[in-house]
């Protein structure tokens, strides 16, 4: 099993529509991140968290809210999908004394 | 403005040559790059890091050089081969290896040609 998990992996929904993408982990870390991914721009950061209580802006956090449930769930909510947030969501994980991110397989987000 | 920047979209190089993908970075204050390498339909995967206090790291096949001065990192890959056919993706942070925020580049697509 995937050290870090998103659900779901693909979806497709519609102008307006709420949507949650879901990310766990077992790796024990405290620090989880959602970063986003667009053709040609690389990863860019929309929110990250260092545990429970912590939760900070990316770069690119207009349109959307983070939930972190427990240590080890990190969600990412769409309150209303718009088209140019279309793209690939991926969320990863950290250890305090090092800056190498684990990350998921990726949620591919669809909005029409 | 981008702060780290892969100017190769794309490279394409034979089975046991060198590959050498380039990173140019403008924040004096990043310190501490990482190199990930990310397949189709996967997430990225850490390969390879180096502080600033470095000029070099090697981990195997995997050779990352860092030149200060030039605000500028490679990684080298030798021999090259066709299962290192991936998106690279260079990676920097201001806060030294435990940072929390890191910066990417848009990602060098490599081919590896058998």
């Known amino acids: 099993d995937a050290d870090v998990t998103q659900t779901p992996r693909n979806r497709i929904t519609k102008t307006g529509k709420r949507i949650m993408l879901e990310c766990s982990q077992t790796k024990g870390h405290d620090r989880m991140y959602w970063y986003r991914q667009d053709p040609g721009l690389g990863l860019r950061l929309i929110y990250y968290?260092?545990?429970?209580?912590?939760?900070n802006k990316g770069e690119i956090s207009d349109g959307y809210s983070v939930s972190r449930q427990a240590q080890a769930k990190f969600s990412l909510s769409l309150e209303s999908a718009i088209p140019n947030q279309t793209a690939l969501y991926f969320c990863a994980t950290s250890g305090r004394s090092t800056g190498e991110l684990f990350f998921g397989e990726g949620s591919r987000l669809t909005v029409l | 403005d981008q702060q780290v920047k892969q100017n190769s979209p794309s490279l394409s190089v034979q089975e046991g040559r060198i590959s050498i993908l380039n990173c140019d970075y403008t924040?004096?204050?990043?310190?501490?790059f990482l190199w990930y390498k990310k397949y189709p339909a996967e997430g990225p995967t850490f390969l390879i890091s180096?502080?600033?206090?470095?000029d070099k790291n090697e981990d195997g096949r995997f050779t990352v050089f860092l030149n200060k001065s030039a605000k500028h990192l490679s990684l080298h890959i030798v021999p090259s081969q066709p299962g290192d056919s991936a998106v690279y993706f260079c990676a920097a942070s201001g806060l030294g290896a435990g940072s929390y925020q890191l910066t990417f580049g848009k990602g060098t697509k490599l081919s590896v040609i058998p």
């Open positions: 924040n004096s204050m990043f310190d501490y």
């Open positions: 968290s260092f545990d429970v209580k912590d939760i």
């Open positions: 180096i502080s600033s206090i470095k």
